[in-house]
């Protein structure tokens, strides 16, 4: 059984940069595909980034494209999120995923087996 425990939410102004980290445990993380999504209020969990098991495609909602970088570390069992040039609208609830596949990671949180318990990011104006 895998677990992931997300971290490095928190409270940022717009335009800041904040770094999420994604620790996973209880299974083989190298053959893992690794994705982010988010929550708000009252929304659905939307798709923010994937990176296939070896690294070789990485995903990026257009919301998040040229902002957000996810890299996937086997040899410390995290995934991170580097999300730069913050806006309010980046605001929710923070989810990793992960799928034992080693295909082209999919954007639909459906397609995800495991997930981590989220952590929050507020971006203010």
């Known amino acids: 059984q895998v677990q992931l425990v997300e971290s490095g939410g928190g409270l940022v102004q717009a335009g800041g940069s904040l770094r999420l980290s994604c620790a996973a445990s209880?299974?083989?993380?190298?053959?893992?595909?690794m994705a982010w999504f988010r929550q708000a209020p009252g929304k659905e969990r939307d798709f923010v980034a994937a990176n296939s098991w070896d690294s070789q495609w990485k995903y990026y909602a257009d919301s998040v494209k040229g902002r957000f970088t996810i890299s996937k570390d086997n040899a410390k069992n995290t995934v991170f999120l580097q999300m730069n040039s913050l806006k309010p609208e980046d605001t929710a609830v923070y989810f990793c995923?992960?799928?034992?596949?080693?295909?082209?990671?999919?954007?639909?949180?459906?397609?995800?087996?495991?997930w981590g318990q989220g952590t929050q990011v507020t971006v203010s104006s």
């Open positions: 209880g299974g083989t993380f190298s053959g893992y595909a």
């Open positions: 995923a992960a799928r034992s596949d080693k295909t082209p990671p999919p954007r639909t949180a459906a397609n995800y087996t495991y």
